[in-house]
Every structure is written in C-alpha cells, then in structure tokens.
C-alpha cells in the first residue's frame, strides 16, 4: 500500500481523485473535529443531522457509508464509529482500522482518502498509528493507496515510522 499525504484543509480535499473518504467519529464528541467536521460542513451538515436523529451514533463497530457527491469529489463517505473517547486504546485503533479495511474491501475501493482512528484528536500518536496500520493492513494486495489526512508535523512522523516498518520488514 503506497501512502501520500493531505492538510486537513478544505480545498485540499479535492486533490485526490478517489472513489471513498473514511474517517472516524467518538460517539461522546460533539461536535465532530478534524476530518468528520471538515467533511459535515462540506456535505451542508447531513452527517450532524445523522447524529441529531439517532441514525447514526459512533458506536464501536458501527460503520456508515453515505453518498459524498456533489459536494465532496467522492462517491462514498465512509464513517467509523470509535465509542467513548476515554475507552479509546490500542485495541479500539486495531478494531477500526480493520473494519475500516474491511468496508473497503467489500466495496472494492483500492484508493481512499483516510483520517487514521483517533489521529484527529491525538488519542493516539502518529507513529503507532501508523505501525498498527501497517501490522493491519499493510501487506493487503486489496490497498493501491491511502491518502492519509494529518497536521504537517504528523505526515512528517508517520512518513519516517513507515519507511522505518518497511524496512523492518524487508530485512530477513
């Protein structure tokens, strides 16, 4: 799986030409923050409106795929729900990331712009992130490339540690 990098910026969102956008959301944390709220003013709110009605909750396991066009570039939004924040751990990030992979899979989408679970809060630090996804789903042959959206700083860090895994890797 070949990694590339976004700002959580507004524009910078219709940079990738991909089929689906994924993100995550705390079932205790309102508003959304990082990309989820990016993506719920983008999309003229629906995905509070989801939350205000139930439809939808954060629920760990929950997943929710919801059409993104004409307002976002993507056909898909794909929402993970991560539960409370305060449970949030590295067993809640494996869980996610998988379902995560998953949802992908099933809807053979190879190429997806991707905020890693919890990243949008610092629940959990860029490198270990990054060597969970990869310990995840790395390997995949189901995964061209994921966008992954981050501060500077933290693309900086999860660059680094990726190339740091792959070499783990590689090296018999």
């Known amino acids: 799986m070949d990694l ?10 219709d940079e ?4 689906l956008c994924a993100c995550s959301i705390w079932s205790d944390e309102r508003p959304m923050r990082g990309l989820a709220g990016l993506l719920d003013w983008r999309l003229g709110a629906r995905l509070s409106a989801l939350l205000k009605t139930g439809f939808v909750g954060g629920c760990v396991g929950e997943a929710l795929v919801i059409p993104g066009k004409p307002h976002v570039p993507f056909e898909k939004v794909l929402l993970i729900g991560l539960g409370p924040r305060a449970s949030f751990g590295e067993g809640t990030f494996r869980d996610a990331i998988g379902h995560l992979s998953r949802t992908l899979e099933g809807l053979r989408v190879r190429r997806a712009v991707v905020e890693l679970p919890g990243r949008a809060t610092d629940a959990i630090d860029p490198e270990r992130a990054i060597t969970l996804t990869l310990e995840c789903v790395g390997s995949s042959a189901q995964h061209d490339v994921w966008w992954l959206v981050d501060s500077p700083a933290a693309q900086k860090r999860i660059e680094r540690r990726a190339a740091d895994e792959r070499r783990r890797v590689r090296v018999p």
């Not at 700002?7 to 910078?12: A, G, L, M, S, W």
């Not at 990738?16 to 089929?19: A, D, L, T």
């Open 4 to 13: 590339r990098f976004l700002t959580p910026e507004p524009d910078r969102l």
């Open 16 to 19: 990738p030409s991909v089929e």
